[in-house]
Nanobody, 121 residues
Framework: QVQLVESGGGSVQPGESLRLSCAAS????????MGWYRQGPGKQREFVAA???????NYADSVKGRFTLSRDNVKNTINLQMNSLKPEDTDVYYC???????????????WGQGTQVTVST
């Protein structure tokens, strides 16, 4: 079983920063793309950012220039540095990873439990 453990959420004021971390643990063959999604009450889960094993990144337009995603392939962790936070960034943030099982087969998605980010005055 693979687990994704998130940390770093919290409450900040507009313009401040937060850093989210996600660590993969358990038994798996390899991990391909990892990333972050977010979801608010009554809303669909939406893409925030993703990073490949080669550190190629992709960002939602709403966070480009403010969020930076990095990865440590040895530790199987990713970090999302969120700067210039806005009230509209308030959501539950979920870590996601495409995992290759040890027994082979196909990549399958794994989700973390989510961490709350609140941006308000």
């Amino acid at each position: 079983q693979v687990q994704l453990v998130e940390s770093g959420g919290g409450s900040v004021q507009p313009g401040e920063s937060l850093r989210l971390s996600c660590a993969a643990s358990g038994r798996f063959g390899s991990i391909a793309t990892m990333g972050w999604y977010r979801q608010g009450p009554g809303k669909q889960r939406e893409f925030v950012a993703a990073i490949t094993t080669g550190s190629t990144t992709n960002y939602a337009d709403s966070v480009k220039g403010r969020f930076t995603l990095s990865r440590d392939n040895v530790k199987n962790t990713i970090n999302l540095q969120m700067n210039s936070l806005k009230p509209e960034d308030t959501d539950v943030y979920y870590c996601n990873a495409d995992v290759w099982p040890t027994e082979g087969g196909n990549y399958y998605p794994v989700w973390g439990q989510g961490t709350q980010v609140t941006v308000s005055t």
